[in-house]
């Protein structure tokens, strides 16, 4: 008998052979247990087994394969991982462009849902030999899930969840979420895409949509009207309805203050454009006159501010912006409506500590010149300087001036005050009156008194007051002094200017009583006419003789009627003022020429009617118009 003992797979199997026989069980079993012995094999089997085991060699039929004695311990291979998705398509596959919603409506998911479960492969178990050698066995294959945008995975159960609204999809290991909610990047707008969802009913899918939302940060503005109608259309027509508009934010209304839009311009203008392109630059508008009533502004209603809020609930602060332009001043007031700004008062606009001011008096702190250009004022005008050659002045008042007036043209409706002189043909025109230091080579016109401080020199002088010049040098010398109401000076005239002094005569009212003598002539002709056309009878009664007209003929009569009547009218308002003028004709006829000093040889003297060149210098003389002698008289002060 021989019986031989090989290991095979490894060390994992003690494998007898029976190569010739005969056989003998119990000798073949203590071979077996020698041989294992001697190959090592640790622990040996037991001898009841290893006997067991070679039994079979009793048979009649040869065993070519051999009998196992003993076996080691083989590896265990780890299990694999195991996927198990919560959603009806498993596989989602999308061609680049495709919509998800459309393709896979079925796996609509909101926040908190499980997608997935994942089992982890498990770790080999190592086996050993019968040499007591390890052998390594291999870990279960792992199958990866690639958590993308909307998916959560659970740190414990090996779970993934939905973390947003949408479609989920997995494809080749990646697990993500197509957002059905967007919320704007300037988070003033959140839309969203609903799909039909048999899951649930109508009501509950609007309240996980509305958890979406509100998961997503969306708390305010939320329009849940508009998101239960778009899950009723999606119901209703089995498909999804996309772009839904279900969160407006409100931008914040920023507020002003009240303020006001200038209906004049507060800004000076050029110069005036003349013919051919030129600008003259003195016609400058400094002075904006306006009347009482005048509309000066519009008035921009005060907005108070609203905040505002974006969709997830963040407050937009709404601010106040400021009213930095010109706000009313003195006399103005707000129309009835609120409206607008009125002016109150006759005057100039002027602009002073942030506001527009309608005042009487209008200040200019400089020289009249170029940087001011001419002025023009409804008021009064005040100048702490002078005025410049070719420049104007006009004022519906009074008018001041501190510095000299030269080849300037100065007209008030009040009186003119020249703390200095007027020189090289300037023209000054006041209405109530003119005083100045002195009057050189220049025009005044008055119809108040004209006093100077000093000398009138070759001047020419119109007044219907007087002219005085009693202080300083107090001198008339050459051109032309006419003083309605009379002249008062210290000196008049001289050897080497002709000097031509007149009083009791004003050329103006002699010329207004012509032409009221002329109109008054006309008028009366007129009358003649009417009364002849209208006749006696009828002009004793009228009122009985138009009862006695057809109706037809009445009308003309009533017009010729009226017409005489509004002639009438005007004759008497025609006769009224030649009174006036003539009462004044004979306080002027009264007016006197006081000199104080000497006037001189060679000065015409005009008083009244009546006309002289004086032929001898005399002093301390009163001169008069005598109406008996018609002539000038003269006497002693």
């Known amino acids: 008998m021989t019986l031989r003992v090989e290991l095979r797979k490894g060390g994992l ?90 393709r896979y409506p079925e796996n609509v998911v909101y926040p908190g849902d499980p997608l997935l479960q994942k089992t982890p492969a498990s770790s080999g178990i190592p086996g050993r030999s019968l040499l007591g050698t390890p052998i390594p ?10 958590p993308g945008d909307g998916v959560s995975e659970g740190t414990e159960d090996n779970t ?31 839309r969203i895409t ?61 507020g002003r203050e009240a303020g006001y839009r200038l209906l004049f311009d507060p800004e000076k203008k050029v110069g005036k454009v003349l013919d051919g392109g030129r600008i003259d630059f003195r016609e400058a508008e400094a002075v904006q006159n306006v009347r009482s009533g005048d509309p000066l502004a519009e008035v921009i209603p005060a907005v108070e501010p ?44 002027v602009l002073k500590g942030g506001k527009f001011h309608v005042v009487d008096e209008y200040l200019v702190s400089e020289d009249v010149d170029y940087r001011t250009g001419n002025i023009r004022a409804s008021g009064a005008v005040r100048i702490r300087g002078g ?21 300037a043209t100065i007209r008030a409706g009040g009186f003119v005050v020249i703390r200095g002189g007027i ?29 100077v401080a000093n000398s009138i020199t070759n001047s020419h002088v119109y007044t219907r007051g007087r002219v005085r010049a009693l202080s300083g040098q107090g001198a008339l010398l050459g ?28 050329l103006r009212v002699a010329r207004e009583m012509e032409a009221i003598d002329r109109e008054l002539s006309s008028l009366m002709d007129q009358i003649k006419i009417l009364q002849s056309n209208l006749g006696r009878d009828f002009l004793k009664d009228p009122r009985t003789a138009l009862a006695r007209i057809p109706p037809a003929l009445r009308k003309g009569k009533i017009d010729l009627l009226q017409k005489m009547q509004t002639l009438y009218r005007r004759h008497k308002e025609l006769t009224a003022r030649r009174d006036e003028l003539a009462a004044l004709q004979r306080e002027q006829r009264a007016a006197q020429i006081s000199v104080v000093g000497e006037i001189h040889a060679g000065t015409r003297v005009t008083c009244a009617v009546a006309s002289v060149v004086l032929t001898e210098t005399l002093r301390h003389v009163v001169l008069s118009y005598n109406a008996e002698t018609n002539t000038v008289a003269w006497r002693r002060m």
């Open 387 to 407: 005025v410049k050659p070719g420049f104007q002045v006009e004022a519906g008042k009074d008018v001041e001036i501190l510095g000299d007036v030269e080849t």
């Open 13 to 102: 199997e003690a494998v007898a052979f029976l190569d010739e026989g005969p056989f003998d069980l119990e000798a073949a079993s203590q071979a077996a247990l020698a041989r294992l012995r001697e190959l090592g094999v640790q622990p040996l089997p037991a001898a009841d087994r290893v006997r067991m085991a070679l039994s079979v060699f009793e048979g009649d039929q040869p065993l070519e394969e051999g009998v196992v004695l003993a076996r080691g311990e083989p590896p265990q291979p780890g299990l694999p991982a195991q996927i198990l998705p919560f959603f009806p398509v498993h596989n989602t596959p999308l061609e680049e462009g495709e919509d998800p919603f459309g």
């Open 479 to 506: 051109g032309e002094i006419n003083a309605a109401l009379g002249i008062e000076a210290r000196t008049v005239g001289s050897r080497s200017a002709q000097t031509h002094v007149a009083v009791g005569v004003d």
């Open 160 to 190: 993934f969840h939905a973390g947003t609204y949408g479609i989920v999809l997995y494809d080749r290991g990646r697990l993500w979420i197509a957002p059905g909610l967007r919320v704007s990047d300037d988070r003033m707008e959140a």
């Open 423 to 451: 020189a090289a043909e300037a023209t000054v025109v006041g209405h109530k009156g003119v005083r100045a230091k002195y009057v050189l080579s220049s025009r005044i016109e008055s119809d108040g008194d004209v006093e």
């Open 306 to 349: 609203v905040d505002g809020y974006r969709v997830d609930g963040t407050r937009l602060r709404a601010r106040l912006d400021r009213f930095h332009g010109l706000r009313p001043g003195d006399n103005t007031e707000p129309d009835e409506q609120g409206i607008r700004v009125l002016a109150t008062a006759d005057g100039m606009i």
């Open 194 to 254: 609903v799909v039909p969802d048999p899951k649930v009913d109508e009501e509950t899918q609007v309240e996980k949509l509305l958890e979406a939302l509100a998961q997503l940060g969306v708390r305010a503005g939320v329009d849940r009207a508009a998101l239960a109608d778009a899950v009723r259309k999606a119901r209703g027509s089995g498909t999804p309805v996309a772009d839904v508009v279900v969160a407006r934010g409100k931008e914040p209304v920023h």
């Open 137 to 146: 066995a291999p870990d279960g294959r792992d199958v990866p899930v690639v």
